[in-house]
């Protein structure tokens, strides 16, 4: 079965300091893996997202995310934090289960940005 | 905004009840997939439709339902409802079946069981 870890549940970070977000997955095959950003009272939106080919995804919103197979991992990464990144971010993974294709969520990780 | 509509917004009702949610896709998309968020569960999949038609379940309950009509609007119908069915109930579109397809969420309904 496919799961992901975000181990970070909370995560506090000054304006215009660095960022990384962690991501495990568990998934037999090559994984479809997705980050995702959700701010208060919105839907989810997609920030980046990788299926295959190179292992350093960049996305909307100057976000980036790197896949390391041998860790299991696909990290979010941002330079440099603005205080409108403060949101909730998704790790997901999706793949075929049970004979479906299916997506699944991390719990999430709650970004506070300070000044 | 990411064109999928989701109504209502807000939803109370008491234990043993049935509601109705309803979504409206992108226009052209033919995939409807629904989520609940919960406290306690974090974000699950539940059902998505393809065209009118089934094609991946999640965790779903018995008590829950779902449809897509000719129109590609999708209603999710719960019944019995518990207090532990109170959550944040998303929609999400995409133009195609398969997992890779980007899906746009909708801005949820928030369902209170009292």
């Known amino acids: 079965a496919q799961s992901v870890t975000q181990p970070d549940i909370h995560i506090t970070v000054s304006e215009g300091a660095s960022l990384e977000l962690r991501c495990n997955y568990s998934?037999?095959?090559?994984?479809?893996l997705f980050w995702y950003v959700q701010s208060p009272g919105q839907g989810l939106q997609l920030l980046l997202k990788y299926f295959s080919g190179d292992t350093l995804v960049q996305g909307i919103k100057g976000f980036e995310a790197e896949f390391k197979r041998s860790q299991s991992s696909f990290n979010l990464r941002k330079p440099s934090v603005h205080w409108s990144d403060a949101a909730e971010y998704f790790c997901?993974?999706?793949?075929?289960?049970?004979?479906?294709?299916?997506?699944?969520f991390g719990i999430g990780t709650k970004l506070q940005v300070i000044p | 905004d990411s064109g999928v509509t989701q109504t209502p917004k807000h939803l109370i009702t008491a234990t043993g009840q049935r509601v109705t949610l309803r979504c409206s896709p992108r226009?052209?998309?033919?995939?409807v997939y629904w989520y609940q968020q919960s406290l306690d569960q974090g974000l699950q999949f539940l059902i998505q439709y393809y065209n009118g038609e089934e094609r991946a379940k999640g965790n779903i309950l018995e008590r829950f339902s779902a449809q897509q009509f000719p129109d590609l609007h999708s209603e999710l119908n719960l019944s019995s409802l518990e207090l532990g069915d109170s959550a944040l109930y998303f929609c999400?579109?995409?133009?195609?079946?398969?997992?890779?397809?980007?899906?746009?969420f909708g801005p949820g309904t928030r369902l209170t069981v009292t």
């Open positions: 997901a993974v999706a793949g075929s289960s049970g004979g479906y294709q299916k997506v699944t």
């Open positions: 998934y037999g095959a090559t994984p479809y």
């Open positions: 999400a579109s995409s133009v195609g079946q398969g997992i890779s397809y980007e899906q746009y």
């Open positions: 226009s052209g998309d033919l995939s």
